[in-house]
């Protein structure tokens, strides 16, 4: 029974010399279509959110951010055609017909294949910390909005900021650099809720 058992391994590690090249091509093809959907979905995300999602971000975090996102996306594209590569060889390859001529082409493509592999798959990893490092950096470095913004419109003019609270004296407002500021109650015209505060005031 073993030495049987030894015989299909031995008959399956002589089939292996045939396949192999053909299951890495298989391989490259998954890697090709996954790489290609996530150079997609890095693109599509960009163009729907856009920049109007970074309005809270200072200037140097979104910069970095959209770097970080860049990158990632070459990265992943690179991966891609790397993948393409391994899965369908390089164009205008000569066809071999000599059998030792084969063999031997057979073992280099097997090598190059697996180098593409190998970097098509470190280009997807790289391209993936890099985006997940870019939301680190959007959320870490994004203020919150401010609850409660209202604008008041004043005998004197126009006040913006959050309310803190309003009673017989007035209008208590936190403006821009933490202010606290009280709107005398016989001054006001009216008072709007606003989703945020565009002009001095």
């Known amino acids: 029974m073993s030495a049987q058992s030894d015989r299909r391994w031995a008959q399956l ?16 093809e998954g890697w090709r279509a996954g790489l290609t959907g996530l150079a997609a979905l890095v693109a599509v ?16 975090a979104r910069e970095t951010a ?3 996102v860049g990158l990632a996306f070459l990265l992943l594209v690179a ?3 790397l993948a393409v590569r391994a899965a369908h060889g390089s164009p205008g390859e000569q066809v071999l017909l000599a059998g030792q001529a084969l063999r031997d082409w057979t073992r280099r493509e ?7 592999l190998r970097w098509a798959a470190v280009c997807c ?17 994004t203020g919150a909005p401010d609850d409660h913004l209202v ?7 126009e006040r913006c900021g959050e309310l803190l609270g309003s009673g017989p004296d007035g209008v208590v407002l936190r403006t821009e650099g933490e202010k606290r500021t009280v ?16 002009s001095s005031g």
């Open 110 to 116: 097997i090598v190059r294949v697996t180098r593409a």
């Open 79 to 81: 991966g891609s055609v």
């Open 13 to 28: 590690a002589r089939e292996l010399e045939f396949s192999q090249l053909p299951e890495l091509r298989r391989q490259a």
């Open 66 to 68: 959209g770097a970080l």
């Open 151 to 157: 604008r008041v419109v004043t005998t004197g003019g």
């Open 125 to 141: 990893v790289s391209g993936v910390a890099l985006v997940t490092a870019a939301v680190v950096v959007v959320w870490t470095t």
């Open 45 to 60: 995300l960009v163009t729907l959110k856009g920049r109007d999602d970074l309005d809270q971000v200072p200037d140097a």
């Open 183 to 198: 709107l005398p109650a016989r001054t006001v015209t009216s008072l709007v809720p606003v989703s945020a505060c565009t």
